[in-house]
């Protein structure tokens, strides 16, 4: 089986479906992070969160062989309420695991194709989650404004 996207490389094209999840995220409710380094020492693709505090976080798969290759995204599932996958309309979505939901995803937006269960986390690690989000996301926006100073 080809890449889903033989034209674009691979670094590209998941950058374009990332930022077509994270549309989506934001046109659901949540405020999104990507590249999110979990306490774990796993970094998710995307983690977002809504208005009541609930965590989401989507790992990004642009190919079979991407998918194949990695076998960390269950550990992933300790870190949030729900857990997803975004892949290229052409990817073999049937691989995925039925126990998570699933986005189609561009450049531009994606589409929601299987919601994921729900599995609340306990309050102190949502807590620890979301304090690590907020730092996370106030660290970026200081960079932009001072990135001499923000290089720390």
């Known amino acids: 089986m080809t890449d889903p996207i033989p034209t674009v490389p691979a670094a590209d094209a ?13 046109d659901l409710g ?4 990507t590249e999110f380094t979990l306490r774990n020492g796993r970094r998710a693709d995307v983690i977002g969160i809504d208005a ?6 989507v790992e990004v798969k642009i190919s079979t062989a991407d998918f194949l290759a990695d ?14 996958f975004a892949a290229p309309q052409e990817f073999p979505h049937d691989i995925l695991p039925d ?3 699933l986005f189609v995803a561009d450049a531009w937006g994606a589409a929601m194709l299987r919601d994921a269960p729900h599995h ?3 309050a102190s690690r949502r807590k620890t989650v979301l304090l690590r989000f907020a730092r ?7 960079r932009l404004s001072d990135p001499l100073r923000g290089m720390r």
Do not use: F, M, N, Q
């Open 14 to 26: 998941t950058a374009l479906v990332t930022r077509g999840v994270c549309r989506a995220l934001i």
């Open 30 to 33: 949540l405020v999104v992070l």
């Open 52 to 57: 009541a505090g609930a965590v989401t976080i």
């Open 71 to 84: 076998r960390k995204w269950p550990e992933y599932r300790d870190y949030c309420d729900r857990l997803y």
């Open 99 to 101: 126990d998570c939901g």
């Open 120 to 122: 609340p986390l306990h």
């Open 136 to 142: 996370k996301a106030a660290s970026r926006l200081y």
